[in-house]
Every structure is written in structure tokens, then in C-alpha cells.
């Protein structure tokens, strides 16, 4: 119990550490980035907009073959189970 919560507090200092400098940013507030104008705000929310029905599309299309694949092996596991060669016995 001691050694959660010791590593628990140690994850969370280093990561308050880790990301104080961001939040004592001097350029006026500039982040990283840059300078940010109506432009890049629009743009950066357009590709917000675009990347979750691209990101539902691929995990649809993932989730499809994943259940094609089960259906297949299901499938076969019948089609084994009918088969006399592998029913066993003499």
C-alpha cells in the first residue's frame, strides 16, 4: 500500500513538474504555436470536424474485419463439426 500511493505521488509531482512550464508561458501567452489568429482557430476546427468521422470510419472498418474474421472461424469450427473425417472414432 505504501509503495502505490509513494509511486502514485512521485507520477504526480513529475508530471506537475513536467508541465509547470507551459503553464508559466512569458511571451505574452503565445504558445508554442505561435501567434494564433481567426485563421488557424478556423482551421484547427475544421480538422477537429474532419478527424472523428475519419476516426469512426477506420474503427468501423477495423471492427467489420475483425467480425468477418470471427464469422469465418465460426464457420469453420461448424463445418468441422460436421465433417465425418473429424468427428473421430474408429
Known amino acids: ?5 509513494f509511486l502514485s505521488l512521485t507520477t ?17 501567452g503565445e504558445g508554442v504555436y505561435g501567434e ?4 488557424v482557430v478556423t482551421n484547427v476546427g475544421f480538422i477537429v470536424i ?3 468521422p475519419c476516426l469512426v470510419l477506420v474503427l468501423s472498418l477495423i471492427m467489420w474485419r475483425l467480425e468477418k474474421r ?3 472461424r465460426l464457420a ?5 463439426a460436421q465433417a465425418a473425417e473429424w468427428r473421430g472414432g474408429w
Request: proline share 3%.
Open 1 to 5: 500500500m505504501r509503495r502505490r500511493v
Open 12 to 28: 504526480a509531482i513529475l508530471l506537475l513538474l513536467a508541465f509547470a512550464p507551459l503553464a508559466l508561458a512569458e511571451d505574452g
Open 36 to 39: 494564433t489568429n481567426d485563421k
Open 50 to 52: 474532419a478527424f472523428f
Open 70 to 72: 470471427k464469422d469465418a
Open 76 to 80: 469453420a469450427k461448424r463445418h468441422r
